[in-house]
């Protein structure tokens, strides 16, 4: 067990201003005299705009421009960095991409008046037949060549072994079987929204984003102007999953119009183009091949996957090589990636890209394999449990899951479960239990930290990462607090701003794992500065005290004769404050070891007998991820991405129409969210194991860890409920009757 007590639960410090209202998302800004903008998405699938007639629009209350590929903003470059969103900018030209391409603006002095004359303007298309079907596209599929910096088919093979068909020919048992699932879309309950304000030539930008660093750099490259003279600000952001990760076309649109206008301009999606202005999970169609010994362990595992990518760029799911690649001991693996490229708009990270999909599709065939076999699935897990990580031939720096397993199971009560199909009932439904592994890649990036003494006897946290509901508020606070000594209500974070000390902000699950040794760095240079002023300043009390004498202990500075407050100690200097940055990155051990979080989810579902409708009536999580910083909002990270797993398995999907390119479900009418009537009681564990070859705090991530595997753990268990296996998400109860 770990040799560390676990930190005491805190409720979040934004936690009254989100529930009273206070909390002021993108939408929420308000500036002097600001316009509306609404967005023209384009009708048909591929083609281009041969003409727009904007004359009725332009007379309309209260507008004051029409923005169109013939009247453009000016943009300067070839669209989102890191090619995690569309590759073209726009309005730079009148080619139409796919159906609800961003193709005009229209401002006005009110949202209503905006939306209305958008509804005026009148479009003539020279339109193509688009490429819109991932089925049809299979035959077309092509190599993208690397994968997560590694080729897109990869063998790791046992010497003497020619290939993974021949290591699949000599094992006693294989199973084989293909798993599928459509695109899908974030959905974060916050929509898109920018406000822009110019000021003497400086741009402030008020948007919902997961990195205001990166939306900073991409406003500044596509509008010509020196990156300094950018602020974005986004202090809360409503839910991000990866979504607001790219600069998506309304932020460079409203920032090039307010410019042009002179006055500030607000651009705020409505639900129905949050599902085309900005990006989604690809779909993916993956087969599975396990080969084992009769003993069950694995002799080969081969995984391949297609996944859908769009002609306009973005980055596609790539399920073997995040999930086969590393999970399970074997003593040959092959991997093979190939993208469908189609006339959609571009998909981009969502909560465990790659994970997700593929979890879905190895955790399904060791099921698969178990039940062949005859075996526990947790034993079959357990019999194929790697210590080092394939390939590379390092270990772990820090893994449990092997603890996972046996807490999760005797937690859940997974000795109760009936191996064979269709035992355990109760009135008109069949109820079944099933299980998955969950494991995500732990992140780590450079991160920086500034920590200021002020003289009101408070210290500030504040750093440029943001807040997607994670929970980083009550971290920088809690780590701030450990840091200096100081009762939580005396430290105050700051971050989701550029401006602040630089930071790339949270995704991939990396946010506290990097920002963390940062906070412990700037502390202790804030401590440094403070003491070096206690002992230099001819004003402090300390004055001339030796150095080596003087300490920091809990806000106080202790000499030989005398401890001061350091609010006492500003107060008599006559300063505001005292502050210093500090910083932290990863080290030579990211080529010594593997970094993952791991867990282990254990699901009870009930089907009814008659219709087939599926409920998820409880489950178990234990989670090994690190050191947990506060197990409050740790524990909602968990739940969180279980239900998203659970929205993967029963529900979600965006249906797009194969001849028109438009997607059929674009509304949360349509496209079925998981509700608190369909989530279960869940409960999560943590193991609490320090990781400190990762970093010095032992903290790893686990935001997207839940998401992985939970929605095998649902199937696994319905087909242990029914004895019916679906490999096509979403489980619906059509499939099951």
């Given at each position: 067990?770990?040799?560390?007590?676990?930190?005491?639960p805190?409720?979040?410090?934004?936690g009254?201003?989100?529930?009273t209202?206070?909390?002021?998302?993108?939408?929420?800004?308000?500036?002097?005299?600001?316009?509306?903008?609404?967005?023209?998405?384009?009708?048909?699938?591929?083609?281009?705009?041969?003409?727009?007639?904007?004359?009725?629009?332009?007379?309309?209350?209260?507008?004051?421009?029409?923005?169109?590929?013939?009247?453009?903003?000016?943009?300067?470059?070839?669209?989102?960095?890191?090619?995690?969103?569309?590759?073209?900018?726009?309005?730079?030209?009148?080619?139409?991409?796919?159906?609800?391409q961003?193709?005009?603006?229209v401002?006005?002095?009110?949202f209503?008046?905006?939306?209305?004359?958008?509804?005026?303007?009148?479009?003539?298309?020279?339109?193509?037949?688009?490429?819109?079907?991932?089925?049809?596209?299979?035959?077309?599929?092509?190599?993208?060549?690397?994968?997560?910096?590694?080729?897109?088919?990869?063998?790791?093979?046992?010497?003497?072994?020619?290939?993974?068909?021949?290591?699949?020919?000599?094992?006693?048992?294989?199973?084989?079987?293909?798993?599928?699932?459509?695109?899908?879309?974030?959905?974060?309950?916050?929509?898109?929204?920018?406000?822009?304000?110019?000021?003497?030539?400086?741009?402030?930008?008020?948007?919902?984003t997961?990195?205001?660093?990166?939306?900073?750099?991409?406003?500044?490259?596509?509008?010509?102007?020196?990156?300094?003279?950018?602020?974005?600000?986004?202090?809360?952001?409503?839910?991000?999953?990866?979504?607001?990760?790219?600069?998506?076309?309304?932020?460079?649109?409203?920032a090039?119009?307010?410019?042009?206008l002179?006055?500030?301009?607000?651009?705020?999606?409505?639900?129905?183009?949050?599902?085309?202005v900005?990006?989604?999970?690809?779909?993916?169609?993956?087969?599975?091949?396990?080969?084992a010994?009769?003993?069950?362990?694995?002799?080969a595992?081969?995984?391949?996957?297609?996944?859908?990518?769009?002609?306009?760029?973005?980055?596609?799911?790539?399920?073997?090589?995040?999930?086969?690649r590393?999970?399970?001991?074997?003593?040959?693996?092959?991997?093979?990636?190939?993208?469908?490229?189609?006339?959609?708009?571009?998909?981009?990270?969502?909560?465990?890209?790659?994970?997700?999909?593929?979890?879905?599709?190895?955790?399904?065939a060791?099921?698969?394999?178990a039940?062949?076999?005859?075996?526990?699935?947790?034993?079959?897990r357990m019999?194929?449990?790697?210590?080092?990580?394939?390939?590379?031939?390092?270990?772990?720096?820090?893994?449990?899951?092997?603890?996972?397993?046996r807490?999760?199971?005797?937690?859940?009560?997974?000795?109760?479960?009936?191996?064979?199909?269709?035992?355990?009932?109760?009135?008109?439904?069949?109820?079944?239990?099933?299980?998955?592994?969950?494991?995500?890649?732990?992140?780590?990036?450079?991160?920086?930290?500034?920590?200021?003494?002020?003289?009101?006897?408070?210290?500030?946290?504040?750093?440029?990462?943001?807040?997607?509901?994670?929970?980083?508020?009550?971290?920088?606070?809690?780590?701030?607090?450990?840091?200096?000594?100081?009762?939580?209500?005396?430290?105050?974070p700051?971050?989701?701003?550029?401006?602040?000390a630089?930071?790339?902000g949270?995704?991939?699950?990396?946010?506290?794992?990097?920002?963390?040794?940062?906070?412990?760095?700037?502390?202790?240079?804030?401590?440094?500065?403070?003491?070096?002023?206690?002992?230099?300043?001819e004003?402090?009390?300390?004055?001339?005290a030796?150095?080596?004498?003087?300490?920091?202990?809990?806000?106080?500075?202790?000499?030989p004769?005398?401890?001061?407050?350091?609010?006492?100690?500003?107060?008599?200097l006559?300063?505001?404050?005292?502050?210093?940055?500090?910083?932290?990155?990863?080290?030579?051990?990211?080529?010594?070891?593997?970094?993952?979080?791991?867990?282990?989810?254990?699901?009870?579902?009930?089907?009814?007998r008659?219709?087939?409708?599926?409920?998820?009536?409880?489950?178990?999580?234990?989670?090994?991820?690190?050191?947990i910083?506060?197990?409050?909002?740790?524990?909602?990270?968990?739940?969180?991405?279980?239900?998203?797993?659970?929205?993967?398995?029963?529900?979600?999907?965006?249906?797009?129409?194969?001849e028109?390119?438009?997607?059929?479900?674009?509304?949360?009418?349509?496209?079925?969210?998981?509700?608190?009537?369909?989530?279960p009681?869940?409960?999560?564990?943590?193991?609490?194991?320090?990781?400190?070859?990762?970093?010095?705090?032992?903290?790893?991530?686990?935001?997207?860890?839940?998401?992985?595997?939970?929605?095998?753990?649902?199937?696994?268990?319905?087909?242990?409920?029914?004895?019916?296996?679906?490999?096509?998400?979403?489980?619906?109860?059509?499939?099951?009757?």
């Amino acid at each position: 067990m770990p040799d560390t007590a676990p930190r005491t639960p805190v409720n979040r410090v934004d936690g009254r201003l989100k529930v009273t209202g206070g909390a002021r998302y993108a939408a929420d800004q308000l500036d002097d005299r600001p316009v509306h903008g609404y967005l023209l998405l384009s009708t048909v699938g591929r083609g281009s705009v041969r003409a727009m007639d904007v004359a009725a629009a332009e007379r309309s209350p209260g507008v004051l421009a029409v923005f169109t590929p013939a009247r453009p903003l000016r943009l300067l470059g070839r669209g989102n960095a890191f090619l995690i969103g569309h590759d073209w900018l726009p309005l730079q030209d009148a080619e139409v991409r796919y159906h609800g391409q961003v193709i005009g603006l229209v401002v006005a002095e009110t949202f209503e008046q905006a939306r209305d004359a958008a509804a005026l303007v009148g479009v003539e298309y020279a339109a193509r037949p688009p490429a819109a079907s991932f089925p049809d596209g299979i035959a077309r599929a092509t190599d993208p060549g690397r994968v997560n910096g590694e080729p897109s088919v990869l063998s790791l093979l046992a010497d003497g072994v020619g290939s993974i068909d021949e290591a699949l020919a000599t094992s006693a048992v294989t199973v084989s079987a293909t798993y599928t699932q459509p695109i899908k879309h974030h959905n974060a309950m916050e929509p898109h929204a920018t406000v822009a304000v110019w000021r003497d030539g400086d741009l402030t930008v008020y948007h919902g984003t997961q990195s205001a660093s990166l939306t900073a750099g991409a406003l500044a490259t596509a509008l010509g102007v020196e990156p300094a003279r950018v602020r974005v600000v986004s202090p809360h952001v409503g839910g991000g999953f990866g979504n607001k990760i790219p600069t998506w076309a309304h932020p460079l649109l409203a920032a090039a119009a307010a410019r042009e206008l002179g006055r500030p301009v607000k651009v705020v999606l409505t639900r129905e183009q949050t599902f085309t202005v900005t990006g989604h999970r690809s779909a993916v169609r993956q087969t599975v091949t396990l080969g084992a010994h009769r003993d069950g362990r694995l002799v080969a595992v081969r995984h391949e996957a297609y996944a859908s990518q769009s002609s306009s760029g973005g980055t596609f799911e790539a399920s073997p090589h995040t999930t086969s690649r590393y999970l399970y001991r074997s003593e040959n693996i092959h991997l093979s990636q190939r993208i469908v490229t189609l006339d959609v708009p571009p998909p981009t990270w969502m909560r465990a890209p790659g994970q997700e999909s593929g979890s879905f599709g190895l955790e399904t065939a060791l099921d698969e394999l178990a039940a062949e076999l005859g075996v526990d699935p947790v034993t079959l897990r357990m019999t194929n449990y790697a210590t080092v990580y394939a390939g590379r031939g390092v270990p772990w720096s820090s893994k449990h899951l092997d603890e996972c397993y046996r807490v999760g199971a005797r937690r859940f009560g997974w000795s109760r479960r009936e191996a064979a199909p269709r035992r355990v009932t109760d009135g008109e439904w069949l109820v079944g239990m099933g299980m998955a592994t969950a494991a995500y890649p732990a992140e780590r990036f450079a991160a920086s930290v500034r920590v200021r003494f002020a003289a009101d006897g408070r210290a500030t946290v504040s750093s440029a990462t943001a807040d997607l509901g994670t929970g980083m508020w009550t971290v920088l606070a809690v780590l701030g607090a450990e840091a200096l000594g100081l009762p939580l209500d005396r430290v105050r974070p700051e971050l989701g701003d550029s401006t602040l000390a630089p930071n790339i902000g949270a995704f991939g699950s990396g946010a506290t794992a990097s920002t963390g040794p940062a906070v412990t760095a700037a502390a202790e240079a804030a401590k440094a500065e403070l003491l070096r002023l206690a002992v230099t300043h001819e004003r402090s009390p300390l004055y001339g005290a030796d150095p080596a004498a003087v300490r920091y202990d809990g806000g106080r500075l202790v000499g030989p004769e005398r401890r001061i407050g350091f609010a006492e100690l500003l107060g008599a200097l006559g300063l505001a404050g005292v502050e210093a940055t500090g910083s932290a990155a990863p080290g030579p051990e990211a080529g010594r070891y593997a970094f993952t979080s791991f867990g282990a989810h254990f699901c009870e579902v009930r089907v009814n007998r008659f219709t087939g409708e599926p409920r998820v009536t409880r489950m178990t999580t234990v989670v090994d991820g690190g050191a947990i910083v506060n197990p409050k909002t740790a524990r909602g990270q968990i739940v969180g991405g279980v239900i998203f797993g659970l929205g993967q398995a029963l529900l979600e999907g965006s249906h797009v129409e194969p001849e028109t390119g438009r997607i059929a479900n674009a509304n949360l009418a349509d496209y079925l969210l998981p509700v608190n009537a369909d989530v279960p009681p869940v409960d999560v564990h943590f193991l609490d194991f320090p990781d400190t070859l990762f970093n010095p705090m032992g903290a790893r991530g686990i935001g997207e860890l839940g998401t992985v595997g939970a929605a095998a753990a649902i199937g696994n268990a319905i087909y242990n409920a029914t004895g019916r296996r679906v490999r096509d998400l979403p489980i619906t109860l059509d499939k099951l009757l």
